[in-house]
């Protein structure tokens, strides 16, 4: 189940959303590296000639399953790996929200960390025309 709180827009720039309520999800736990692989091991993920493979997609369903668990995902130098929530509009009120008018649906946020940081990857990163 994702955990979501409403969140009341601030913004008066925006006017069409000032004053509205938004669906924001709520991250219960930041997972690093050495509990995803704690988690993993939890599902008899083996370490044998070409597991590398079995790994990484057991890695990818362990990083769905704990996101949908209202759990962000850190690995390390890659990204933080979290739910978020696609909002049709905002609610003028709490009594007024429900999560079939106001929701549309989930995306799954990845924010930049380390030495794939926002910052770094701008330096790194050569951009052509296509």
Known sequence: ????????????TIKEAY????ARPVVTETIGIDELAEH??????PFSKGAIKGLLTD???????????NKAVKI??????SIGI???????SIKEW??????????????ATGKLSNTQLSLDANAKNA
């Open 1 to 12: 189940m994702i955990l979501i709180k409403l969140v009341k827009n601030k913004n008066k």
């Open 86 to 92: 696609i909002n049709k509009m905002g609610a003028a």
């Open 76 to 81: 390390d130098n890659l990204a933080i790996f």
């Open 59 to 69: 890695m990818v369903s362990c990083v769905k399953e704990l996101v949908l668990q």
């Open 19 to 22: 004053g509205k309520y938004y």
């Open 98 to 111: 429900s999560l079939a008018k106001f929701v549309e649906g989930y995306r799954l946020r990845a924010r």
């Open 40 to 45: 993993m091991a939890s599902h008899n993920t």
